[in-house]
């Protein structure tokens, strides 16, 4: 009999171990690598409120840091239960392994993807009246200025590696341009250089920029996604320009490698649906973030992608961080 019961009782426990999210009382922990009110944490914060029928309480634990990659590290480390999943973003799972020189984890390895969640467009712009002075009004103006004019425009980012510094160097190669970097202590502190004039063009996050483009102080000269935004009607994609341009924001949900399967699936069931969600999508939108849900193969697959080209985008602006 006591045997019988040891047996019975591992079948239990494996079972248990085995089944997706198995008791209705667990809390999912979802680490999000950035501080509170961003972006980023808005919309985790959103999610974790629309899954909560489906998959019970979900707590959105802050832990920024090194790039987002303390918090990445804290979802790679964690037991593959489905019960501590984290947010990937462009600078943790597609630009830091190739900005950092030591990473505490394994970017392709070390993460199971659950689903993209958005994208939000990056857009140039230039500061409006400079490029009233200059007769700048689109892309094609502004590549056809620098071709004419080398060394004459600078351009602002939130500091060496930064999303708009990779754009800019990104764009400098396929239009075959010079201007110089110049680099600030953050994307606000970029954004005034550019207000102020002491810049002439930045490639910044949509969300932020947009104030400003529909203020009239910032003139919006092309968005980075591959095609028109429904985010920025009317402002041509840079792609139509530069053939094959795209670099945008973008984030989603990752658990740690070896979380079974079926976790998996019952993770990316309930947050795909929360953001096929309308009343999400309403929300996002005030956020210019587009949602963008996938299958886990997909995710991964672009995650992937994102990280063969941003390692010669790296390579390619000379920016390290030891």
Do not use: C
């Not at 964690?78 to 984290?86: C, F, K, M, Q, S």
């Not at 993460?111 to 094609?140: D, G, S, W, Y």
């Not at 969300?207 to 968005?223: D, E, F, P, T, Y």
């Amino acid at each position: 009999m006591h045997r019988r019961n040891l047996l019975l009782s591992t079948l239990l426990a494996t079972a248990a171990a085995a089944s997706p999210l198995a008791h209705a009382d667990d809390v999912i922990r979802l680490v999000v690598p950035y501080a509170a009110g961003g972006p980023i944490d808005v919309t985790a914060r959103v999610l974790a409120e629309r899954v909560k029928a489906s998959l019970g309480t979900v707590v959105v634990d802050n832990k920024a840091g090194a790039g987002g990659n303390i918090g990445a590290d804290i979802v790679a480390k964690a037991a593959p239960d489905g019960l501590t999943i984290g947010i990937s973003a462009t600078a943790t799972h597609a630009v830091n392994p190739w900005l950092y020189t030591k990473m505490p984890f394994d970017a392709a390895k070390d993460f199971a993807a659950i689903t993209q969640m958005v994208r939000v467009p990056n857009v140039l712009v230039m500061n409006a009246k400079r490029a009233e002075e200059l007769h700048i009004q689109t892309a094609q103006d502004l590549i056809a200025y620098a071709k004419k004019n080398p060394g004459k425009l600078n351009y602002g980012s939130g500091g060496n590696g930064s999303a708009g510094h990779l754009a800019g160097e990104m764009m400098k190669r396929q239009a075959g341009i010079f201007a110089v970097h110049v680099p600030y202590r953050g994307a606000n502190p970029a954004q005034l250089a550019l207000l102020s004039g002491e810049v002439d063009f930045n490639i910044d996050n949509l969300a932020a920029a947009s104030a400003n483009i529909h203020g009239g102080k910032l003139k919006a000269l092309a968005v980075t996604t591959l095609n028109e935004s429904p985010m920025l009607p009317g402002v041509p994609p840079l792609s139509k320009t530069l053939k094959g341009f795209e670099i945008d924001t973008w984030w989603g949900l990752v658990a740690p490698a070896g979380t079974p399967a079926a976790t998996v699936s019952k993770l990316n069931k309930a947050f795909v649906e929360a953001l096929n969600d309308p009343a999400t999508k309403q929300k996002f939108a005030t956020l210019m973030a587009e949602p963008v849900p996938t299958t886990p193969q997909q995710f991964d697959k672009f995650m992937a992608s994102e990280r063969t080209k941003y390692e010669g985008v790296v390579k390619l602006s000379g920016a390290k961080v030891d």
